[in-house]
């Protein structure tokens, strides 16, 4: 852990840049936009390792409208939309 | 007395190296057939202990849990379950885990101890795990997840002796009466519990290197840098195309070489007759003209296989998600339709990683316009008979070219009427989600890539062996029969039932230019694009003798006006003449009516793209 962890304002994983490090605080799938109704976003976010505590890193984004992006979990890479990672709360 | 068969089951993550496991552990024996009511690959394989224990396993579509959100995973849990239908319940499941990413299948493993199943955890890939300096206290493990854990190597020899000596011992003492099942669909919080329980148990029996595998990271700065990444996928997929059609050249050459002498053999060996036509037009030159399409389609299927192997393909779906987007298609749809390019069947099957409905069914709609290795021949036929082999420009082939504008034109309205679909039938489209893990790229397995290739070119070659077979015996026959009355002037096929077939629906085929031979053709062309080749060759031969048969795209250019031929050329992009392709997505989309849209639109496409074809070339002067 970094010692900003706790002042680090929470953010959405989805609004972040390339380069982006953080852990996960927790997930909310309300209100993203996916179209996969909450409980199965969560559950499949959940499967890929998205859990709180998880170290991420977003390392790579797409062409068109950084979308989408590759994130580092722990110590596996998951491509990801931007608007499902609006589900993951990062600090 | 003889141990019953032992049936194993093997589980596991996507990318965990299950399939090289079961490769393997089975080496060529192996079945692949279909689940009953589902295109999802039933693959089982057999092998003998080394107590001499006779063991089948099943190699179990890939899952991240039992929830069973696509018909792929429904299959796995069911199976495991002993619920699928006609399926016995395993007697022990072997869960496959990438040594080097415990996480995911340590919670998968959670989930499956619920089962009730006797359960073997197998650490797989367990070298590259060493490697990378990722240490597993093995029997602390067992311990905590009250699993039997072995480690194994499935690309090296010799990797898989623990697992088989383990299977042995386990099997020698499984208990008849199977225990108790308590699995059921698991809420968010106990996901999130199990998760946890993973977790915890990882923290304390496996040690992490902090170094990830750097390989990985270099490759992946340049194959999914925004720019240079789709750069260097165009650059895999022209090098895949040069391949299939410069490479398998010679190749093929060779094999049309050896088909043309073996005719010639039939020829001098029987006497003039029925029999020696029924050979020599009929079984050799027909069966032969589709099997020279081999090495096309081997060289097809080692790239994409190679590239599945190496790990790349996930990443070509990154890159094209949102490209893709645009023409209202999932990132996952870019595999299906990459492999369309080899065959539209495994294309549609491929669709089944598509979770979404409807993005499925788009996908589904527009695989058979991705230009398919058996139009190879009819292209390649056509083109060499009426394209002139200069170059233009100074450096690009006229034939290259035009065969690269036949491809171009089928994506083009691939996307096209994926564009439509969307925006027509499918208005309140949302886009499914894109999540999808990038494995570790590792280096292709040959044994895993040989196995690939050898089942697919025995699919081809059993085609070539029954439907086409049976297709070029009746293509003869019509051909043939009847016989000319004696002392006929006209050439013996005038006479026969093929013209009267051909001469009555030549009329509906006037417009767009064809004349009654090809109308012959494009009926058993409707069992497999490539046989309407072979049919011409037969229909010319009998009409002009052995010399049209050995140069069937002399006799076309002399035959054809260029009009006509580059008609059928449109015609061939579209054209829905593929009874398997169409069998295989009415099964996909379990419905006629899928089935028949796709048939009638491409139908449609097919005759109107003719008709503009032959019109505009028949007006500059073509005709």
């Known amino acids: 852990m970094t010692d900003d962890d706790d002042t ?84 | 007395m003889e141990a019953p068969l032992l049936h194993l089951a093997l589980v596991g993550t996507p990318n965990s190296g299950k399939t090289s496991l ?50 792929d995973e ?103 009466e199977p225990q108790e099942n308590t699995w059921r669909a698991l809420s968010v919080a106990e996901l999130r519990a199990t998760q946890r329980e993973a977790d915890r148990i990882i923290a304390d029996c496996v040690s992490l290197p902090s170094r990830p595998d750097t390989w990985t990271a270099r490759i992946d700065a340049v194959v999914l840098h925004p720019v240079g990444g789709l750069l260097v996928l165009a650059l895999i997929l022209f090098v895949m195309f040069q391949a299939v059609f410069a490479w398998a050249q010679p190749l093929m050459e060779l094999l049309n070489s050896g088909f043309d002498a073996l005719g010639e053999l039939v020829h001098d060996t029987l006497p003039a007759g029925l029999l020696q036509s029924f050979l020599q037009n009929g079984v050799i030159s027909g069966v032969g003209s589709v099997t020279v399409f081999l090495p096309q389609i081997i060289i097809i299927f080692l790239f994409i296989l190679l590239l599945e192997d190496f790990g790349y393909m996930a990443r070509a779906a990154f ?46 709609l527009i695989a058979p316009l991705m230009t398919c290795s058996a139009r190879i021949p009819v292209y390649t036929l056509i083109i060499s008979a009426f394209i002139p082999a200069r170059d233009v420009w100074g450096f690009i082939n006229l034939q290259g070219l035009v065969m690269f504008g036949l491809y171009a034109t089928g994506i083009v309205s691939a996307l096209l009427v994926s564009f439509l679909i969307k925006f027509f039938m499918l208005r309140d489209y949302a886009p499914a989600p894109f999540m999808l893990e990038l494995p570790d790229y590792k280096m ?62 030549a009329p509906l085929l006037a417009p767009v230019g064809f004349n009654w031979q090809i109308a012959v053709a494009l009926i058993p062309g409707m069992a497999a694009r490539e046989v309407a080749v072979a049919a011409l060759g037969t229909v010319y031969a009998i009409e002009g003798g052995k ?77």
Not at chain 2, 127 to 134: C, L, P
Not at chain 2, 328 to 345: K, Q, T, V
Not at chain 2, 451 to 463: S, V
Not at chain 2, 549 to 576: C, H, M, N, R
Request: proline letters at 5%.
């Open chain 1, 8 to 91: 680090r304002p929470h953010m959405p994983l989805g609004l972040a840049q390339r380069g982006y490090t953080g852990v996960i605080q927790h997930l909310s799938a309300k209100g993203t936009g996916s179209a996969l109704p909450d409980i199965e976003l969560e559950s499949r976010l959940i499967e890929l390792g998205f859990v709180e505590g998880a170290r991420v890193e977003i390392l790579h984004e797409g062409i068109v409208g950084r979308d989408p992006i590759a994130v580092r979990v722990d110590n596996i890479t998951i491509a990801v939309r931007r608007r499902e990672a609006m589900a993951i709360i990062v600090a």
């Open chain 2, 22 to 71: 079961f490769n393997a552990l089975t080496g060529s024996r192996q079945k692949v057939a279909n689940y009953p009511g589902v295109t999802v690959e039933r693959k089982e394989g057999f092998f003998v202990t080394p107590l001499g224990r006779q063991v089948s396993v099943v190699d179990l579509p890939g899952t991240y849990s039992l929830r069973g959100r696509s018909p």
């Open chain 2, 74 to 176: 429904e299959i796995t849990r069911d199976f495991v379950l002993g619920k699928a239908s006609g399926e016995r319940m395993p007697d022990l499941v072997l869960c496959v885990a990438d040594s080097t990413n415990l996480r995911l299948t340590i919670r998968l493993l959670l989930e499956l101890k619920r089962t009730g199943r006797p359960l073997i955890l197998v650490l797989n890939m367990f070298d590259i795990a060493s490697r990378r300096g990722i240490t597993v206290d093995v029997e602390r493990l067992a311990r905590e997840l009250g699993v039997p854990v072995v480690t194994s190597i499935a690309v090296r020899k010799g990797g898989t002796t623990e697992l088989l000596k383990l299977t042995d011992e386990i099997s020698a003492k499984l208990d008849p």
């Open chain 2, 319 to 364: 890159l094209m998600d949102r490209i893709m987007g645009g023409a209202g298609l999932h990132g996952r749809a870019f595999i299906p339709l990459l492999s369309s390019f080899a065959c539209a069947i495994p294309g549609i099957m491929a669709t089944r990683v598509i979770d979404n409905k409807r993005d499925r069914l788009t996908t589904i």
């Open chain 2, 444 to 505: 292709p397995r040959p044994k895993s890539i040989a196995i690939g290739i050898f089942t697919r070119a025995k699919m081809f070659l059993q085609r070539a062996g029954t439907t086409i077979f049976s297709m070029m015996v009746l293509i003869w026959f019509l051909a043939s029969f009847p016989q000319p009355p004696a002392g006929a002037t006209e050439p013996a096929i005038d006479f026969s039932l093929a013209a009267i077939i051909g001469k009555a629906i």
């Open chain 2, 547 to 623: 010399e049209a048969a050995e140069q069937i795209g002399q006799a076309l250019a002399t035959k054809w006006s260029l009009a006509t031929a580059l008609s059928l050329l449109a015609w061939y992009i579209f054209a829905p003449q593929c009874a398997s392709t169409l069998a295989v997505i009415r099964r996909e989309t379990g419905s006629w009516i899928w089935m028949a849209t796709t048939f009638a639109y491409m139908l449609v496409l097919a005759y109107a793209a003719s008709l503009l074809t032959y019109n505009v070339a028949v007006a500059l002067g073509a005709g």
